[in-house]
Antibody, heavy 120, light 108 residues
Framework: EVQLVQSEAEVKKPGESLRISCKGS?????????IGWVRQLPGKGLEWMGI????????KYNPSFQGQVTISADRSTNTVYLQWSSLKASDTAMYYC????????????WGQGTQVTVSS | EILLMQSPGTLSLSPGDRATLSCRGS???????LAWYQQKPGQAPRLLIS???SRATGVPDRFSGSGSGTDFTLSISRLEPEDSAVYYC?????????FGGGTKVEIK
């Protein structure tokens, strides 16, 4: 079974930095899959932020999020990260990681989500 | 960027009814790389359909997808109370990947 387990909810102040994580386990090759991040603003729809190939850390970003976040991977621990250097209140959202098994396949397995709240 | 427009915004139907959800792309979806997801409150999205018409493992055959090019449809026959959710279409054939705005299905 494929499992993606995300880090716990975070409450931060504007201007602070943050890194959230997504750890893969189960019967799949983490380093040979793509892991993406999806944002869901409160009461809104899904937005694709970007995706990374942990084998070589090749990352592709949605232009809307390029420069606003950084996606990275640690092959040794089967973990992918999403980080911000300076949070804004508008970053308050639920963030999901999800697996894309091979090129041009949909996001099939999803993490449980990490709620990020940014408030002064 | 391929914009996906879903309609209607909300569907209110009775158990046993058939639901028809539409997803229209601003340009042709590459190789029909179009998926549908179901999201219930407080849960992560669940993959229902990929490749426009292939059901994911464990998805009941009441759910079916069709379409090609720019026009796609998700049909749910014999609605059950558990089908109450928001449904999103998603194109995964062209970067940036994009999602539609969602259709909320309410069961009366």
């Amino acid at each position: 079974e494929v499992q993606l387990v995300q880090s716990e909810a975070e409450v931060k102040k504007p201007g602070e930095s943050l890194r959230i994580s997504c750890k893969g386990s189960g019967s799949f090759s983490f380093t040979s899959s793509w892991i993406g991040w999806v944002r869901q603003l409160p009461g809104k729809g899904l937005e694709w932020m970007g995706i990374i190939y942990p084998y070589d850390s090749d990352a592709k970003y949605n232009p809307s999020f390029q420069g606003q976040v950084t996606i990275s991977a640690d092959r040794s621990t089967n973990t992918v990260y999403l980080q911000w250097s300076s949070l804004k209140a508008s970053d308050t959202a639920m963030y999901y990681c999800a697996r894309r098994a091979v090129d041009w396949q949909p996001l099939d397995y999803w993490g449980q989500g990490t709620q990020v709240t940014v408030s002064s | 960027e391929i914009l996906l427009m879903q309609s209607p915004g909300t569907l209110s139907l009775s158990p046993g009814d058939r639901a028809t959800l539409s997803c229209r792309g601003s340009q042709s979806v590459n190789a029909n790389y179009l998926a549908w997801y179901q999201q219930k409150p407080g849960q992560a999205p669940r993959l229902l359909i990929s490749g426009a018409s292939s059901r994911a493992t464990g998805v009941p055959d009441r759910f079916s997808g069709s379409g090609s090019g720019t026009d796609f449809t998700l049909s749910i026959s014999r609605l059950e109370p558990e089908d109450s959710a928001v449904y999103y279409c998603h194109q995964y054939g062209t970067f940036p990947l994009t999602f539609g705005g969602g259709t909320k299905v309410e069961i009366k």
